[in-house]
């Protein structure tokens, strides 16, 4: 049975069109909150045809919004997607001018990013000001998961899913993001074709396919399709490289920095362990509260299995523990030092000059009974759209849908090829396989509002227990809960009150 699933996955994976993250292959939950009625004036949508690169049509009606300027909020601390200001030559820069070109062309107005600076959990200040003062300075805003999450809380963001002109069920959003940050009947953040921002920020392993022929290791794709890329697997590849210890001859092997390990790890990628074993921080239940899922008997053993090796200072480098520098990680991979390198897809942008080949898995599953992968994406750097609570009236909103669907739109047909087939699979995956492996990932992303809301503290408690070296998993969760309680309690009530308005 695990084998027939493999083999349907494997096939899907080749089927996709692009590996954007808004292609999934769940199915539709039929309890999720309706799309927005269609405008009497949109074209209706088509069927994908049998050329996978084909257009359907947008269903969006015509515009003409008589040069008005659409102001696009971006936090600094994430991806700039609209950055692009004239043609260069470069495959991601040239995709955002000719997007944003289009989109200013059928609606007759101007596309203005406004990068705010602001710290990882403060990104919503400045809209805060904007919001409450009636100025209406930002037609959408894209935040870190923190600070997304505290503009939800504080009011001032608005129902996605009562948009004239946004359907957030067309091929270009995320549909698992639409179904996971659903509450009762509403939505406030959303991610998709509109970004490459949420696929640079996702989890996953780099691995020296050097390094892995000359410990003739199996093939690590050949594992992920047959459901035996787990947590315990893994832990024996990477102790294979145990034999070169101390590779400068200075008598220290831990966290240094000329050595070679079996994995160079990121303090962030304990949540993407976490969720990669199916396991989230907090979900959204069925009366659209959020609910704390965290603790169980298989949380504790997912971490107790990663952290095994993860602890082991012959096996692991943890060089941000070191006062190393932040991207030092990335600089050991590259000059293979180093046979998995646990981090985001984004650092990948910084392997193309590598002298070694490597490849791109996701991250491993708990056991080989799990039935899906999970792939999550860091809280502080995935970025999240929304459309203010501004106050320019139903006109007003209709014309943010419309100018908020209309890029997202182009970009499944501009952007994401650019950022997934040239800059990806042509000039860093440097294999087929990689590049199925990032369908899957981009396939198979999940949400996790425990961390991007701070529940607890368990996304730095958890962060806090991998740099202490300590497995005193359970006391830190019981320590939390009472906190964790109360914070629920009050989002809760805030959402609640948003929704009932």
Request: proline share 3%.
């Amino acid at each position: 049975m695990k084998k027939n699933l493999a083999l349907i996955l494997a096939l899907l994976m080749l089927l996709l069109p692009l590996a954007s993250c808004s292609e999934t292959t769940n199915e539709e939950d039929p309890a999720a909150a309706p799309a927005v009625e269609a405008d009497p004036a949109a074209v209706d949508g088509a069927e994908e045809t049998e050329d996978p690169n084909a257009r359907i049509e947008s269903g969006l009606p015509s515009a003409d919004y008589g040069g008005y300027t659409f102001n696009i909020y971006i936090h600094n601390t994430i991806t700039n997607d609209f950055q692009a200001e004239e043609m260069t030559g470069e495959p991601v820069n040239d995709a955002e001018y000719e997007r944003m070109i289009a989109v200013q062309d059928k609606g007759n107005c101007e596309i203005v990013p406004l990068v705010i600076a602001a710290d990882n959990r403060q990104g919503q200040k400045a809209l805060s000001t904007s919001v409450q003062a009636g100025t209406n300075d930002y037609d959408l805003v894209c935040l870190s998961g923190y600070s997304s999450c505290n503009a939800l809380v504080e009011g001032l963001l608005t129902n996605l899913f009562t948009v004239q002109n946004l359907d957030l069920s067309k091929p270009w959003w995320d549909q698992y993001c639409t179904e996971e940050c659903t509450f009762k009947n509403a939505v406030y953040q959303m991610t998709g074709d509109i970004s490459i921002g949420d696929n640079r920020a996702t989890f996953c392993y780099f691995f020296n396919k050097n390094m892995a022929e000359t410990y003739n290791l199996p093939n690590f794709y050949d594992m992920v399709d047959s459901f035996t890329w787990t947590i315990d697997n893994f832990r024996e590849f990477a102790e294979a490289v145990d034999t070169n210890l101390d590779y400068n001859n200075n008598g220290n092997h831990v966290n240094d920095k000329d050595d070679i390990y079996g994995i160079y790890i990121w303090d962030d990628i304990m949540m993407g362990i976490v969720n990669a074993s199916g396991i989230k921080c907090c979900t959204i239940n069925q009366n659209g509260e959020l609910e704390l899922t965290l603790y169980s008997e298989k949380f504790v053993d997912a971490f107790d299995k990663f952290t095994a090796y993860a602890y082991n200072k012959d096996v692991t480098c943890a060089y941000q523990r070191n006062g190393y520098a932040a991207d030092y990680g990335v600089l050991a991979f590259r000059e293979g030092r180093a046979l998995f390198f646990l981090q985001n897809i984004g650092a990948a942008d910084q392997f193309r000059d590598m002298e070694d080949d490597f490849g791109i898995l996701p991250l491993p599953l708990y056991d080989e009974n799990q039935d899906r992968y999970y792939n999550s994406a860091a809280s502080w750097s995935i970025s999240l759209y929304s459309i203010p609570k501004n106050a320019y009236g139903a006109d007003g909103f209709a014309r943010a849908g419309w100018s908020t669907e209309a890029p997202a739109y182009e970009s499944k047909y501009s952007l994401t090829p650019a950022y997934y087939e040239q800059t990806l699979q042509n000039k860093v995956s440097r294999d087929e396989e990689s590049a199925r492996m990032l369908d899957l990932i981009f396939a198979t992303r999940t949400y996790d509002f425990g961390w991007y809301f701070e529940i607890g503290g368990y996304n730095e408690g958890i962060m806090n227990l991998l740099r202490a070296y300590s497995t005193d998993v359970a006391s830190m969760v019981k320590r939390n809960e009472k906190m964790a309680a109360k914070v629920l309690n009050k989002y809760n009530e805030k959402i609640a009150a948003q929704i009932e308005d």
